[in-house]
């Protein structure tokens, strides 16, 4: 996709200096500028990249003034980082703006969909799917039995969403996600052997949920392991069986939650965090990365460690972890010069 200055120029409702016909058909941080790339310029810490640039056009505050000649086209608007921000929106919305069915793909008689899909290549859509309008599902996706989707979701490919899933409206499944898989249930038998405890709940995913790529959330046993409106799931978390999440939290990456746990809402939790099952985690909790999760959270803590406590008094220990050797000698030295004295 190629544009013009002017055209970006309109979008942004900003002033060009300099060729207003000059195009470009890609993105660039401003020091890696390249001919036929845009970029901008927000911190001032980078201001003298911009007069070594070979990006084609360059978005600025309308208060920059150069101090020397310049090759790269301006876009003057009122906050660069922000016009930039919505320009990438607008890039992704038309590279994202595809439409039909394409072939082979594999569309069960029961199935239905809306207005303005896209289903991709090697796609399969089993029985009774409910699709709703502006959806778009990339190739080489897999969407079982009675899955409902919502208005204008996008599934990226090789996803995985298996029966009885339901995905609300303006969500994005990042590529193989799996959702609805089985829970991890088994029980032992007198031989200590293990049965496996059927799995037959499902997923729930409600509006405005964004979902990582390699994130797995498995159905529930009974019931339906929940991710209530507005979740922010990064790469690569594992969400067991029963789990409900509440609206807003945000989760990093390689996060693992055990089975039944109940997070609360607007909750800040880092990489690497476990949870122990049939755990209760408060409102507006933040747990900082790589912690252990053994026990219930109250409402606004903030914990670290592992096991967890509270986070304030974790940095106070930390200060004595880091200087026990010290204070191994200097109790030492104590108790020789106590033995000496005796």
Request: charged share 20%; net charge neutral.
């Amino acid at each position: 996709m190629k544009f013009t200055a002017q055209q970006i120029a309109g979008i942004l409702e900003g002033d060009i200096v300099g060729n207003p016909d000059v195009e470009v058909s890609k993105l660039s941080k401003i020091e890696e500028g390249t001919k036929g790339s845009l970029t901008f310029l927000a911190n001032p810490k980078y201001q003298s990249y911009i007069y070594s640039t070979k990006a084609s056009i360059t978005i600025v505050n309308k208060t920059f003034e150069p101090e020397h000649n310049i090759d790269t086209t301006l876009i003057k608007v009122e906050d660069a980082y922000k016009s930039f921000s919505k320009l990438l929106e607008y890039y992704n919305m038309v590279k994202l703006n595809k439409q039909g069915i394409e072939n082979p793909s594999f569309i069960s008689k029961t199935a239905s969909y809306g207005s303005d899909v896209y289903i991709g290549a090697f796609t399969y859509l089993g029985e009774n799917v409910k699709i709703g309008n502006n959806v778009k599902i990339f190739p080489n996706t897999y969407i079982g039995d009675n899955v409902v989707i919502g208005n204008d979701t996008i599934i990226f490919a090789g996803t995985k969403v298996y029966s009885e899933t339901v995905i609300g409206s303006n969500c994005v499944l990042n590529s193989g996600v799996i959702l609805g898989a089985d829970g991890f249930g088994f029980v032992p038998n007198e031989k200590g052997e293990y049965n496996k405890v059927p799995q037959t709940g499902n997923v729930v995913i409600e509006d405005f949920v964004d979902i990582g790529a390699g994130t797995t959330i498995d159905r529930a046993t009974l019931g339906s392991t929940t991710i209530r409106k507005g979740v922010k799931l990064d790469n690569h978390i594992q969400i067991a069986h029963n789990v409900e999440i509440g609206k807003n939290t945000v989760i990093a990456a390689q996060t693992g939650i055990a089975g039944s746990t109940k997070i609360g809402e607007s909750c800040i939790i880092g990489g690497q965090v476990g949870f122990a099952g049939h755990l209760t985690i408060g409102n507006n909790v933040k747990i900082q990365a790589q912690s252990g999760i053994g026990k219930n959270i109250k409402d606004n803590e903030v914990v670290q460690g592992s096991p967890s406590f509270n986070y304030n008094d974790w940095n106070k220990s930390y200060v004595h972890f880091k200087n026990l050797p010290k204070i191994v000698k200097s109790i030492t030295d104590l108790e020789k010069k106590v033995d000496g004295n005796n």
